[in-house]
């Protein structure tokens, strides 16, 4: 599976967009970007995922570059709820869906 | 989404005691798995399943075992108990979706060994 890199931590004002990058330079073509979230040591939460093309759901969206190297994780109007760890990662299920979670991205949302 | 749940969700227990750490699911997934996270640490992938009498080892070597006798079902078992098992254990289901696989994970369960 491939690896992904993402800052380590990053801030958002409540109200406005949070926008997280994700590198996955050494994605192949069968592998899927996942996102999930951990909000204060609970259980991951799925958010969203995709292959190529960008994704929306209702509660966030996915831009996957043109090149499948990098991705974006956006939510619209984020609140202080929001504050996780957010955590992509690139996946091929082949026999079982095997998510190897990273350190992840720390949102901070502030008022 | 998933109905995942885990039981208990903290647990204070002695050393060498024998522990089942439950997790049920109510949406009929096939696929089942087991992760173990310290605080402030990563999620590691200690065991899964396929289904019904399938169990398999995650990348995580731990010294937990595992059962599937019923679907619903994933029980995680230490037969004894050691401080350097405390951590959290989190279990998780998956149903397919586009030809993948998403993971719906529990509460999770605070294990403190003394």
């Known amino acids: 599976d491939a690896k992904t890199t993402q800052p380590t931590s990053m801030d958002c004002a409540e109200g406005r967009a949070a926008n997280l990058p994700c590198n996955h330079s050494?994605?192949?073509?069968?592998?899927?970007v996942y996102w999930y979230r951990q909000i204060h040591s609970q259980g991951p939460q799925y958010i969203i995922h995709?292959?190529?093309n960008n994704e929306t759901n209702e509660m966030a969206s996915l831009i996957i570059t043109e090149d499948r190297k990098s991705s974006t994780l956006i939510l619209p109007h984020a609140t202080l709820r929001d504050t996780a760890v957010y955590y992509c990662?690139?996946?091929?299920?082949?026999?079982?869906?095997?998510?190897?979670f990273g350190a992840g991205t720390r949102l901070a949302v502030h008022p | 989404e998933a109905d995942i749940y885990q039981t208990p969700r903290y647990l204070v227990i002695g050393t060498g005691k024998k522990i089942t750490l439950e997790c049920s699911q109510t949406?009929?997934?096939?696929?089942m798995y087991w992760y173990q996270q310290d605080p402030g640490m990563e999620l590691h992938l200690i065991h899964y399943?396929?289904?019904?009498?399938?169990?398999e080892k995650g990348d995580l070597s731990s010294e937990s075992t595992v059962s599937r006798i019923r679907t619903e079902h994933f029980p995680l078992t230490l037969e004894s108990a050691r401080p350097s098992h405390t951590s959290q254990y989190l279990c998780?289901?998956?149903?397919?979706?586009?030809?993948?696989?998403?993971?719906?994970f529990g509460p999770g369960t605070r294990l403190l060994v003394l």
């Open positions: 995709g292959l190529k």
């Open positions: 050494t994605i192949s073509g069968n592998e899927y």
């Open positions: 949406m009929g997934h096939d696929k």
């Open positions: 990662i690139v996946s091929f299920s082949g026999g079982y869906n095997k998510l190897i």
């Open positions: 998780a289901s998956s149903v397919r979706d586009r030809d993948q696989e998403t993971q719906y």
């Open positions: 399943s396929y289904g019904v009498n399938s169990t």
